[in-house]
């Protein structure tokens, strides 16, 4: 009883101890430890997330840094393009696509747009909970934002070229048409592209296009001549079959911030430069420029454009450049071919003069603080890319405000 009264008594002190001044007693010694522990195992958990949160953003940002692709690119998003190739040919769904349209898209006509009708057949809930409510989501959903791209595989039995060419008077067929099975593929499966497309309507354009149909309408840029699969399809007339993958890719994004790309340009209200070369460089840019969001921006903010083409008769969307610039973007083509019929000059050479080296440097190409910009790439090949990420980073663009749309 004694021992009892001292230890209430040293608890109303505030002393968790006996009388005897022996220190705590084991039931209060137990209740101290157990209270550490616990506190201790939160601040462990706590830091254990925080490790774990930012050891993930670690390993995500090698990744991206060290990936590159057979191309040259200075780095994809998603891996090696072989890879990615690979990857849509075994994990991706595949729908069958029907050429609407084959239209020139140049004033020589070796640019051709493909208008594709991609079935995309979407079942509905109705009734009067449901009010028509959408079973799954439709293939172009997944068609977010510009610079996203599909891989595109030919049907065992093509049609044949001789009457895909038919599309435009004056417009002959390519002489090159690989075999069924050239890519290594067992004889029963289809053929596939060893080229990755971008899609050059915007995604609002191609959800206002493929509205109440069961169809998803959408456009590539080929050129006739370009690399084979360019070749294969620049000569497909309407009615012609082939399969188009799902839409893959983040769009244009930082190959080294997951958090940046061109949405968070458009939210930071940063002036955007676009720097195309070419069919594989245009045609993500002009998604990006007659996006709905990027025509916004530009009425409050600059947005600058240079398109590196061979000439003025190859150049892409020469119609539409006037459109653009009502819209408020500042379109300046630049040409790599000399008027004198001289060999052109290096790419990366003409994109240092016209981007770097014109009044004002890159302040005056960007319209103001280089610093409080963001810079979109596309087309060019891989050392001129680097050299160019570089260069803007020396003139003070931040490096992860450089974007890349995989494998371009």
Request: glycine share 10%; with cysteine; hydrophobic share 40%.
């Amino acid at each position: 009883m004694s021992h009892v009264r001292g230890l209430t008594t040293s608890f109303s002190e505030g002393v968790v101890g006996d009388t005897r001044g022996h220190g705590l007693c084991p039931l209060a010694h137990t209740c101290v430890q157990r209270g550490w522990a616990f506190k201790h195992l939160a601040i462990t958990r706590r830091s254990d997330k925080s490790q774990t949160r930012w050891a993930k953003r670690a390993r995500a940002a090698r990744i991206v840094a060290s990936a590159g692709n057979e191309n040259g690119a200075p780095g994809s998003l998603t891996g090696e393009l072989r890879t990615a190739i690979q990857d849509a040919k075994d994990h991706r769904k595949w729908a069958r696509a029907i050429v609407v349209e084959n239209k020139a898209e140049s004033l020589d006509g070796q640019m051709r747009t493909l208008v594709l009708s991609v079935e995309d057949h979407v079942n509905y809930l109705d009734g009067r909970r449901m009010r028509r409510r959408q079973e799954g989501p439709r293939w172009v959903d997944a068609y977010k934002v510009p610079g996203q791209f599909v891989a595109v595989r030919y049907p065992p039995d093509p049609i044949s070229d001789s009457n895909a060419a038919s599309m435009d008077a004056g417009d002959g067929p390519s002489t090159s048409t690989p075999a069924a099975g050239s890519d290594g593929a067992p004889p029963d499966d289809p053929p596939m592209a060893r080229t990755l497309f971008a899609i050059s309507s915007s995604p609002y354009s191609a959800r206002r296009e493929s509205a109440n149909l069961d169809a998803s309408i959408i456009e590539l840029l080929v050129h006739r001549d370009g690399c084979e699969d360019n070749r294969r399809l620049a000569c497909l007339g309407p009615g012609s079959l082939i399969e188009v993958s799902e839409v893959m890719g983040r769009g244009f994004a930082s190959l080294f911030n997951s958090y940046v790309g061109l949405l968070s340009g458009l939210e930071d209200a940063r002036n955007l430069l676009l720097i195309g070369a070419g069919c594989r460089g245009i045609a993500p840019l002009r998604a990006a420029i007659e996006w709905t969001p990027v025509q916004a921006h530009s009425t409050a903010h600059r947005v600058t454009l240079f398109y590196f083409a061979p000439s003025a008769q190859s150049a892409a969307y020469l119609k539409d450049w006037d459109l653009w610039r009502e819209a408020g973007v500042q379109v300046h083509p630049v040409y790599l071919e000399g008027g004198n019929g001289s060999a052109a000059p290096d790419i990366w050479e003409t994109v240092r003069g016209a981007v770097l080296g014109g009044p004002g440097g890159l302040f005056g190409a960007v319209g103001g603080d280089p610093r409080d910009c963001t810079v979109l790439v596309a087309g060019l090949p891989g050392e001129a890319a680097a050299a160019l990420s570089r260069a803007l980073t020396a003139e003070g663009v931040a490096g992860e405000r450089v974007l890349f749309c995989d494998f371009f």
